[in-house]
């Protein structure tokens, strides 16, 4: 995880391993069925095999919610739409010239393969020997690869923060009068691109209605913002994770200020993206927001890491990091526990990941540091890498803090612009492709 750097580029190839492997474990399956195409894109097609062979993962991670076979066709459409719009920006890197070089790939390649501790060769045999087809996972990388770089070329490039906006920012965290909160919900966006028709703001405000009257019948918010958000967290149910409230839309502050948790607005909101249900998941004071960010404080840490796989179920991980947790509880030595148990790469220096800066570890990780007290071990913690046992062993105001307080927010202001702009960016281009699907309830 090389200190759990939020590294874009090595982060999409690695969510990408679990994916592949999955989708491999179940092409025999598959490939039995009569393959057809489902959607034309532009010059392209989409088959009947590759929309399941993406589904695979995601209708195994939702087999528990027991999705009846309507909810189940609109999660196969909402899958569809992000296969069309991947369709799509991969032709756009093309014909920009966009290629990733020998060079990326094969780096790309060796940080996969020492996240798993193993040498590369040992990397790839193990692939094959699950199934994988080594091609097959070099093409899917190298696509992800493309679109970070398409996205950068394209959307993030453009995007500047200036010394005022920046100033700004800081001025109004250090005035106000209460502490800022985090706000976790749930929500459903119904996109409306940049000067839409009148007819087309009618259909999709009478598409949230609808939507919005399911929700209130409690119909199960999970499953309808899976089947219908436009929002890229669609298919994790909608689920934006803790926000500070000064970096979402003030039409969803307004309303959260209303809701108790577990509540669903009663009102569809209008924002500059569209039109949005929302449901309150739960609300925090800030302790990973930017304005306690402003403080910079760094934290020493340590980890031990617990990787979930075909062998591991997700309760195996957890029951094994719960025994480590009770036994160092009782006094045994965190160190040799990460030495002899942890799968990361830290596992060597007893799990210690040195000092930490704000924004440095992914969120789940930074989020549960956060919360903990110093010496204090946490609870598991699920994220993309498997589980971990996380301790805070001190903290510490860092030095030249007004040039990294200045670097945090104009980081975290070019972040929520950039994501503005690259939805909007990638619906334009859906605008101006030709795309037609041949998908129905009878596959």
Not at 60 to 65: A, E, H, I, T
Not at 104 to 131: C, F, I, K, P, W
Not at 260 to 273: A, S, Y
Request: hydrophobic residues 40%.
């Amino acid at each position: 995880m090389m200190r759990l750097i939020r590294l874009a580029l090595f982060q999409c190839a690695l969510l990408l391993l679990n994916s592949t492997h999955a989708q491999a474990l179940q092409s025999h399956q598959i490939t039995q069925k009569i393959d057809r195409i489902v959607a034309v894109v532009n010059n392209e097609v989409i088959t009947l095999n590759e929309l399941e062979l993406r589904m695979a993962p995601i209708t195994r991670r939702l087999q528990r919610q027991n999705l009846p076979s309507q909810a189940l066709y609109h999660l196969r459409l909402q899958v569809l739409n992000q296969m069309v719009l991947e369709c799509i920006q991969l032709q756009r890197a093309k014909d920009s010239g966009i290629v990733i070089n020998d060079t990326l790939l094969q780096h790309t390649l060796v940080r996969l393969a020492r996240v798993n501790n193993m040498s590369l060769d040992m990397y790839r045999s193990r692939l094959e020997s699950e199934g994988i087809s080594w091609s097959k996972f070099l093409a899917d990388v190298q696509n992800k690869l493309l679109l970070l770089k398409l996205r950068e070329k394209e959307v993030d490039s453009k995007i500047t923060v200036s010394d005022t906006e920046v100033s700004d920012y800081i001025a109004s965290q250090n005035g106000m009068q209460r502490r800022e909160q985090d706000l976790c919900f749930e929500h459903i966006l119904i996109k409306i691109q940049p000067n839409a028709l009148p007819t087309k703001i009618q259909d999709a405000q009478k598409k949230a209605l609808t939507i919005l009257k399911r929700a209130l019948s409690k119909e199960d918010f999970i499953q309808l913002a899976t089947a219908n958000s436009q929002a890229p967290d669609a298919l994790k149910g909608g689920n934006s994770g803790f926000c500070p409230e000064s970096l979402l839309p003030k039409e969803i502050t307004q309303a959260a200020v209303r809701l108790r948790p577990g509540q669903i607005n009663p009102k569809i909101l209008r924002t500059v993206e569209g039109f949005e249900i929302l449901r309150l998941i739960d609300r925090r004071v800030s302790s990973a927001s930017h304005r306690k960010a402003l403080r910079f404080v760094q934290k020493h840490a340590r980890h031990i890491l617990i990787r979930v796989s075909e062998e591991r179920s997700e309760l195996i991980a957890q029951k094994k990091l719960l025994e480590l947790r009770s036994q160092i509880e009782a006094g045994g030595d965190f160190e040799n526990f990460a030495r002899t148990y942890s799968e990361d790469s830290s596992a060597p220096m007893g799990g210690d990941l040195g000092w930490l800066n704000p924004g440095e570890t992914i969120p789940e990780f930074e989020r549960a540091m956060n919360n903990l007290e110093n010496n204090k071990i946490s609870q598991p913690v699920r994220s993309d890498y498997g589980y971990h046992l996380i301790q805070v062993i001190g903290r510490r105001e860092a030095r030249d803090s007004i040039s990294k307080q200045q670097k945090i927010v104009r980081q975290a202001i070019g972040q929520y612009k950039a994501r503005k702009a690259y939805l909007d960016w990638l619906w334009k281009l859906h605008d101006i492709s030709y795309i037609q699907y041949k998908l129905d309830e009878s596959i």
